[in-house]
């Protein structure tokens, strides 16, 4: 079964279509990155499978039952910047989705609860990286030590679904190869399905077991799926993949610096997908 499913989906604003019959199917467990240029309507998607949104027409499935109609624990988000709150420490942050959870009525945790909450966010810190930083507030930690807070903090409610939006695109490169780590490990252990919007078609090869291109053709016209690349079966042995497999092997090699979708790195069309770079590390046969 799909964990997520969406179905004919349209966003329209004030009359104006931004998003234009979204049809997706997303596998549990599966990491799926979504990239387009910007205003084509990617965050929008991801705030229709918060909840935060609702889409004009079409429906959205998860696990086969229609979405909730508000955010709920099992669909955890990190957006860019400011998913985590100011005014807590990284120990309070983390915490927060446990107080919630814990006690809706008061949105606080008292006696044996609050300790074990404590204890459960400690460890969450730690798996993370951010032992030591309990007691700093998210002004004090650089950019990558505020989204591993955020990570842990959407990590806390133990979702199903996590939804990344542009994420890891302030950080310096070196501090983004580390939380990409990070990442994929925390997606290894928790078995969790991610869906992450990127403008970073790099990150989107490194982490994604599938990208999906967002792009507006035409311009009184809303965005649609225009591409879509699955990367899942990146390790099989070549006779077992198929047509389209090798095809899109071909045209990407390796980690992907090298691609441009329809050949203008800096405005989509995924009518084709060329190398524009081949780094050493691709010619070392990196899967
Ligand atoms: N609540 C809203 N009301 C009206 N228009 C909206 C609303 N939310 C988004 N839009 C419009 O929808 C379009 C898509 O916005 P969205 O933020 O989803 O784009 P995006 O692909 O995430 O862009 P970026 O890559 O810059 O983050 C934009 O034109 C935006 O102005
Ligand atoms: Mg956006």
Known sequence: MSAISVRDVWQVY???VVLERISLEIKSGSFVAIVGPSGCGK???????????RPSRGTILLDGRPLPDEPTADRGVVFQRYSVLPHLTVL?????PLEFLGSRLLGRLFGAARRDA??????????????????????????GMQQRLALAQALMGKPRVLLLDEPFSALDPGTRAEIHGLTKRLWEETGMTVVMVTHDLSEAFRLGTRIVVFERLEPERGTRITFDIPLEGRKKPQEHRTPREMHILTQEKSPCDRIAVGGRPSAWSAATIIPISTPAKAAAGRP
């Open 43 to 53: 965050t929008t998607f991801l705030r229709m499978l918060m909840s935060e949104e």
């Open 118 to 143: 404590e204890a459960e966010a400690r460890a969450m810190l730690a798996h993370v990286g951010l032992d030591g930083a309990e007691h700093l507030y998210p002004a004090q930690l650089s950019g």
């Open 92 to 96: 309070g942050n983390v915490m927060l």
């Open 14 to 16: 004030d009359g104006r």
